[in-house]
């Protein structure tokens, strides 16, 4: 599986950019789907995901009421909304796809509950 993520850019702090992600495998090949990111000199970390067979989704607090993620479980395909944008936002933005056979430890939070990334998308965000 292949993840494809786009929508990446620069924009000013307040501003708002969508981010896509489609996978190459497009029917019901997943059980959740997130987005993580890395700012330079620090560690990735979660963004958000969605749980395809509970329909819950999942925040990081630094985010919570200014991204919202959504997806089609049936295209395997995911996307963020980040609206009143932060400089502290700038970092190379992940998409991520738990698959569907994946046995590992299930935490929404957690890099190794997903088994396929993305080559992730640059958001800059200015002051």
């Known amino acids: 599986v292949q993840l494809q993520a786009s929508g990446g850019g620069l924009v000013q702090a307040g501003g708002s950019l969508r981010l896509s992600c489609a996978a190459s495998?497009?029917?019901?090949?997943?059980?959740?789907m997130a987005w993580f990111r890395q700012a330079p000199g620090r560690e990735r970390e979660f963004v958000a995901a969605?749980?395809?067979?509970?329909?819950?989704?999942y925040y990081a607090d630094s985010v919570k009421g200014r991204f919202t993620i959504s997806g089609d479980n049936a295209k395997n395909t995911v996307s963020l909304q980040m609206n009143s944008l932060k400089p502290e936002d700038t970092a190379v933005y992940y998409c991520?796809?738990?698959?569907?056979?994946?046995?590992?430890?299930?935490?929404?939070?957690?890099?190794?509950?997903?088994?396929?990334w993305g080559q992730g998308t640059q958001v800059t965000v200015s002051s």
């Open positions: 991520a796809e738990r698959g569907r056979n994946y046995r590992g430890s299930w935490l929404p939070t957690l890099y190794t509950s997903y088994d396929y």
């Open positions: 495998v497009r029917t019901f090949s997943s059980s959740a």
């Open positions: 969605i749980s395809w067979s509970s329909g819950s989704s």
